[in-house]
C-alpha cells in the first residue's frame, strides 16, 4: 500500500509538473503529458528510489530525478515537440517542480522503507567514549632529571 502511494504521489506530481511546463505555457497533447509523466515515474522510481537512494543518500537521488526530469523532457521533447523555446523552458520548470516534491518522497521513503539498509551504509562516527586524555610523565623538566640520574649512576 505504501508503494501504491508512492508512485500515485510520484505520477500526480509528475501529470501537474508537465502540465504547468508544457501545456499551460505551451501547447502540449494530453498524450505528451501522460507519456512523459509514466517514463518519469517509473524510470525515477526503478532507478532512483530503489538503487540510488539507499546507496549514496537523498542529495543524490534529488539531483538524479532533476537530470532524468530535464534530460527525458529535453531529448522525447525534441523528437514530439516542434519549438525549442517549449522544450528548454518546459524542461527546466518540470524539473524544478518534480525535484520540489521529490525531496518529500525521497524522506519519506527513507524513513519508511530504507532505514535498516541506510543505516547499515552510513560512516562509522567518531564515539567520545573511546576518546582518551592525554598522559604526562611526572617530572616536567628533563634537565633535572638527567642530573639527577648521572648523580645517581655516579655514586
Not at 530525478?65 to 525549442?84: A, H
Not at 527513507?110 to 604526562?136: I, S
Not at 623538566?141 to 648523580?151: A, C, P, T, Y
Amino acid at each position: 500500500m505504501k508503494l501504491l502511494t508512492i508512485l500515485l504521489i510520484k505520477f500526480v506530481t509528475c501529470l501537474i509538473a508537465f502540465a504547468i511546463g508544457l501545456d499551460l505555457f505551451f501547447e502540449a497533447t494530453i498524450v505528451d503529458i501522460v507519456s512523459f509523466s509514466l517514463f518519469v515515474t517509473i524510470v525515477s522510481y526503478m532507478l532512483g528510489d530503489r538503487i540510488i537512494l539507499p546507496a549514496l543518500g537523498n542529495m543524490a537521488a534529488t539531483t538524479f530525478d532533476f537530470v532524468l526530469t530535464y534530460m527525458s523532457v529535453w531529448i522525447f521533447g525534441s523528437i514530439l515537440l516542434e519549438n525549442y523555446l517549449q522544450i528548454a523552458w518546459g524542461s527546466i520548470l518540470s524539473a524544478a517542480i518534480i525535484t520540489a516534491v521529490e525531496v518529500l518522497v525521497h524522506r519519506y521513503s527513507l524513513t519508511h522503507f530504507f532505514a535498516d539498509r541506510t543505516a547499515a551504509n552510513q560512516r562509522p562516527r567518531f564515539n567520545r567514549k573511546l576518546a582518551y586524555g592525554t598522559e604526562f610523565a611526572e617530572e616536567q623538566d628533563i634537565e633535572l632529571k638527567d642530573n639527577k640520574n648521572n648523580k645517581e649512576t655516579k655514586k
